[in-house]
């Protein structure tokens, strides 16, 4: 599974971005998916994150801004920044977690976000 990321930039304070994640290959035994981000010298965190059944959860940095959604269709997921604060910004990475023996992870090469005050 190969899973691309784009629509980061760079975005003034209470501006909205949107971005997108395609994913390409088999999505077979698909448990959820999400977004994650790492700033400078800090841990990758997670976002927001959607099951295979639809259910969401949020970071409560994000909780009320953010919404993550996907298009199966399209084998894309979404996640909607609102209300952008300095805070936000980051390098966005996609993710898809796989039921398995082992269970397994894919992971996009991130797209920067950039918030400026």
């Known amino acids: 599974v190969q899973l691309v990321e784009s629509g980061g930039g760079l975005v003034q304070a209470g501006g909205s971005l949107r971005l997108s994640c395609t994913a390409s290959?088999?999505?077979?035994?698909?448990?959820?998916m999400g977004w994650y981000r790492q700033a400078p010298r800090k841990q990758r965190e997670l976002v927001a994150r959607?099951?295979?059944?639809?259910?969401?959860t949020y970071a409560d940095a994000v909780k009320g801004r953010f919404t993550i959604s996907r298009d199966i269709p399209k084998n894309t997921l979404y996640l909607q920044m609102n209300t952008l604060k300095p805070e936000d910004t980051a390098v966005y990475y996609c993710?898809?977690?796989?039921?398995?023996?082992?269970?397994?992870?894919?992971w996009g090469q991130g797209t920067q976000v950039t918030v400026s005050s």
């Open positions: 959607i099951r295979s059944g639809g259910s969401a």
């Open positions: 290959g088999s999505m077979f035994g698909l448990n959820a």
């Open positions: 993710n898809a977690e796989f039921r398995g023996s082992p269970d397994y992870a894919a």
